[in-house]
T-cell receptor
Framework: SQQGEEDPQALSIQEGENATMNCSYK?????LQWYRQNSGRGLVHLIL?????REKHSGRLRVTLDTSKKSSSLLITASRAADTASYFC???????????FGGGTRVLVKP | DVKVTQSSRYLVKRTGEKVFLECVQD?????MFWYRQDPGLGLRLIYF???????EKGDIPEGYSVSREKKERFSLILESASTNQTSMYLC??????????????FGPGTRLTVL
């Protein structure tokens, strides 16, 4: 079963613009993570936010978490062509535990 | 540099063949996972293992089995491949404690085509 649903499914922006994508989930979680996947490759971990946190930053990434709405957002500021990738949210019920992934958002950053 | 490797990047098999997908990690991780990825469906968990000789079914185990004889190696087996098993297969590992970022480390994936 898919825990996370992502919105939008695809996003096309100009270099320098911000990209925002959202993730909703269904059950209680320990943490929520975001991963990036470049075309045809494995996933790379971007950032983790724990259930008792509301906002987290890492470089040009900003993640928010609203456990009352069971939703999260990922903001990429000042996007670059190299940010072109698919982005997935994933939820976990415990540290080291299995992840449940959303369907992903495909982001295209045009130079 | 931590590494999860998968035996093949691309694989073409025929319907009914037995298929082995191998995954090896060099990080001494206890926990290992097999996912399949299909367009629009994200990653779906097939099987996982929290220890040697231990396995648990994920969300879509039908048609698959796994083997974990050594800590570093987790194999996915398609007993009799079918066309609906054409997909990208991704292996991942993580320490049982989760680590500071609770990050799962992924292999590069195996794109399997069943004809």
């Amino acid at each position: 079963s898919q825990q996370g649903e992502e919105d939008p499914q695809a996003l096309s922006i100009q270099e320098g613009e911000n990209a925002t994508m959202n993730c909703s989930y269904k059950t209680s979680i320990n943490n929520l993570q975001w991963y990036r996947q470049n075309s045809g490759r494995g996933l790379v971990h971007l950032i983790l936010i724990r259930s008792n946190e509301r906002e987290k930053h890492s470089g040009r990434l900003r993640v928010t978490l609203d456990t009352s709405k069971k939703s999260s957002s990922l903001l990429i500021t000042a996007s670059r062509a190299a940010d072109t990738a698919s982005y997935f949210c994933a939820t976990s019920k415990a540290a080291g535990n299995k992840l449940t992934f959303g369907g992903g958002t495909r982001v295209l950053v045009k130079p | 540099d931590v590494k999860v490797t998968q035996s093949s990047r691309y694989l073409v098999k025929r319907t009914g063949e037995k298929v082995f997908l191998e995954c090896v990690q060099d990080m001494d991780h206890e926990n290992m996972f097999w996912y399949r990825q299909d367009p629009g469906l994200g990653l779906r968990l097939i099987y996982f293992s929290y220890d040697v000789k231990m396995k648990e079914k994920g969300d879509i185990p039908e048609g698959y089995s796994v083997s974990r004889e050594k800590k570093e190696r987790f194999s996915l087996i398609l007993e009799s491949a079918s066309t609906n098993q054409t997909s990208m297969y991704l292996c991942a590992s993580i320490t049982s404690a989760g680590g500071p970022s609770n990050e799962q480390f992924f292999g590069p994936g195996t794109r399997l085509t069943v004809l």
